[in-house]
């Protein structure tokens, strides 16, 4: 059965998150991790996204958005930098496969207290891991 398209309404703001096929550490190294957040800003610059909030961890991905007058910037972002960081990553570690685990989740945010919260969620996510101490780590 063919999946159900995802409908962005403009002007709303979104979190997205994406995962690491089967959950592995696949954005261990920085050097995936910063080619990750090279390739989000081009697309934000090509795609006029507003980034609010991101943070890549070694197996997923939180990134907090509000969408441009264009009503397929947030598809198309995610498409262009999973797809551009997987197909570099498999041609670099000579592998093939998915990089991304099924499709990005995203849900609306309301603004406010719950964009507050959720802006809180991703600063503290490697904090609460155990990974650093300090959210500016």
């Known amino acids: ?14 979190h997205l998150t994406h995962r ?8 261990k ?11 989000l800003f081009k697309a934000k610059k090509r795609y006029q996204l507003s ?8 197996n997923h991905i939180h990134l907090i958005v509000s969408d441009s007058t264009q ?3 947030i598809p198309r972002t995610i498409q262009f930098v999973a797809g551009r960081l997987g197909q570099e990553y498999n041609r670099r570690k000579n592998r093939k496969g998915a990089l991304w685990e099924d ?33 500016s780590e």
Do not use: Q
């Open 1 to 14: 059965m063919a999946r159900a398209n995802r409908h962005f309404v403009p002007g709303y703001i979104w």
């Open 20 to 27: 690491c096929h089967k959950r592995e550490f696949l954005l």
């Open 29 to 39: 190294f920085s050097r995936d991790r910063n080619r990750w957040i090279d390739l």
């Open 51 to 58: 980034i609010l909030n991101f943070i890549v961890t070694s």
């Open 71 to 73: 009503a397929d910037a």
């Open 103 to 135: 499709r990005y989740h995203a849900t609306a945010i309301e603004s406010g207290k719950h964009l507050w919260r959720c802006m809180v969620y991703i600063d503290l996510n490697m904090v609460r891991a155990g990974v650093v101490s300090h959210p």
